[in-house]
């Protein structure tokens, strides 16, 4: 069930306690309520564009910077990737159905990348999803890249990306 609820706009963050009373029960959970942070980098990551392929062998790019413009030089950098069914689709084919259905789909979410960016807020890295062999004829990857200031602060952003991960169809 949902119970939306609202606090006031002045109202502190912190720990809030939730109380429910259904006849003579009554259950208790507590809520951290947190303030938004904004994002203080710009994080771009430049896959090579919104439809891969795994013959593809051109590495991903990431820059930082900070909101200012300097580079975000030497911090920590994380790019995950989780992977959902998709369809392929190829031009002058629109009649085939190219999905197996029965395939295994790898769920789990995927490390691309950890590790720091250069003295420029730049990283290179292959764009390689270790996939089990069993996957449908398409993927989309929602692929999430987090740069982590030096006080463990990150910037997060987020991007879905079509991949095909078979050589030919």
Request: hydrophobic share 40%; aromatic share 10%.
């Amino acid at each position: 069930y949902a119970f939306p609820c609202t606090t006031p706009a002045d109202a502190p963050t912190g720990t809030w306690n939730a109380r429910v009373t259904v006849g003579g029960t009554t259950f208790h959970k507590a809520i951290r309520i947190e303030t938004v942070k904004p994002n203080r980098l710009k994080v771009m990551l430049d896959l090579g564009g919104d439809r891969l392929a795994a013959t593809g062998g051109k590495p991903a790019q990431l820059q930082s910077n900070w909101l200012h413009g300097a580079p975000a030089k030497d911090l920590k950098a994380r790019v995950t990737a989780s992977i959902t069914r998709s369809h392929a689709s190829f031009k002058g084919a629109g009649n085939y159905h190219f999905d197996d259905l029965g395939s295994d789909l790898n769920t789990g979410e995927m490390i691309l990348f950890d590790g720091a960016l250069n003295a420029t807020g730049h990283a290179a890295f292959p764009f390689d999803l270790r996939l089990n062999g069993q996957v449908p004829a398409a993927v989309k990857v929602n692929v999430v890249t987090r740069v982590f200031e030096a006080g463990g602060e990150a910037s997060v952003d987020r991007t879905d990306v079509q991949y095909y991960p078979y050589a030919s169809y």
